[in-house]
Structures are given as C-alpha cells and as structure tokens.
C-alpha cells in the first residue's frame, strides 16, 4: 500500500507521522455530552453552562444552555492531528448576558491524548478541576467521549469519497470498496465498531 506514494496534504500535520507501519492516527472526534453538579454562578441558584474544548490551541464551544446545573449539550467537535499526543482540555463556563460581566469559570477536565488507544471509545465522567495555579472553587463532573479515528488518504484517492476521509485502510485492504458500501459507515467509532 505505497507509503511513500501519498499526495502531499494542505493539512500541516504529514510531517508528524514518524510511524511508517500504517496511516497516520489524524482525527480526534469529542463529544461533550453533559454534565452534573456544576457551580451555580447565577443569582437564581443556577447557571448557563457552556464548554469550550481545546487542542493545541484550537477551540471549539457547545452552545449554551440556560438556568440548569446539569447541562446536556451532545454536541461532538472534530480536531486534526498527526500522531496521537498532547493534552485536551474541556472548559466550562457560565454565560452571562451582561456586556461587562466576565462569565465565571465552571470547572476544567483535561484528557492526554497520548494515553488513547486507536479507535477505541474513551467515554467517562471526568471530574472538573480548578485550572491550574488557580484558586477557583469548583464542583461537579463531565461527561466525555473521545475517539482518535485513522484517516485513510489510500482508500479516499481510490474510491474519491473525499467526504469519508476517516476510513481505516486496514479494513479494506484487498477489497473492492464501492460507494455504496461506503456509505454505510459513519464517522464514529461507536458505530464503526458495530460493523
Ligand atoms: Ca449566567
């Protein structure tokens, strides 16, 4: 399966895959499902949590939720990288509508990346945390879902799908993959596993 024979990609991240045995792990998919027990920073006894998830510097954020402690927002964000390492960080905070109100800081659950295995589902309640050096007084947990899906450049040159970019070569080698089969993945690894 010519490794060496890959198009060169727009996406910076070709040079970090030092792991020649097979495709680069590079598709980090996060679902920030909910959480529990957050501070009530709001004068109600509630707060409008929202959740900003960072790697290496680029932030994604769910949408707010409003007047509750126990927040669900199921919303799942997608991060490039090349091989799996570093550290993402879940930020929650409450929204405030007030344009000179700062929005108070909920808690913070980070995961190493490093310690994921390939395609395999980390789901967890993660405790929030103070973030560090800081005296924040926090509580309660979020609930997380992480997986680092293999992105397929072989299978995508050949088939054209470019809209399937994290399909795992390994699973096809040798087959004739049509569109149609194709079609029936989607892009989690919950359900990729299924198959
Ligand atoms: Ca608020």
Redesign the pocket.
């Known amino acids: 399966m010519g490794k060496g024979s890959a198009k060169v990609e727009e996406e910076g991240s070709g040079s970090d895959s030092e792991d020649e045995s097979g495709p680069p792990p590079n598709l980090i998919e996060v679902k920030v499902i909910e959480a529990e027990d957050v501070i009530a920073?709001?004068r109600g006894g509630t707060?409008?949590p929202y959740a900003i998830v960072e790697f290496r510097g680029i932030k994604k954020q769910t949408k707010v939720i409003k007047k509750t402690l126990t927040p669900k927002w199921n919303e799942t964000f997608q991060f490039e990288i090349g091989k799996p390492s570093g550290v993402l960080t879940i930020d929650l905070f409450?929204?405030?509508?007030s344009l000179f109100g700062k929005h108070?800081f909920l808690g913070q659950a980070e995961v190493n990346v490093s310690n994921l295995a390939l395609e395999a589902v980390f789901q967890e309640w993660m405790a929030l945390n103070p973030r560090e050096g800081k005296m924040e007084i926090v509580s309660g947990r979020v609930h997380v879902y992480i997986c680092i899906v293999a992105k397929d450049k072989s299978i995508e040159d050949k088939t054209g799908l470019e809209t399937f970019p994290w399909l795992d070569r390994s699973l096809y080698a040798g087959l004739n993959v049509h569109n149609t089969q194709v079609r029936a993945h989607t892009h989690t690894c919950t359900q990729r596993n299924i198959l």
């Not at 409450?94 to 509508?97: L, Q, R």
């Open positions: 920073a709001d707060s409008d409450d929204h405030d509508v108070d």
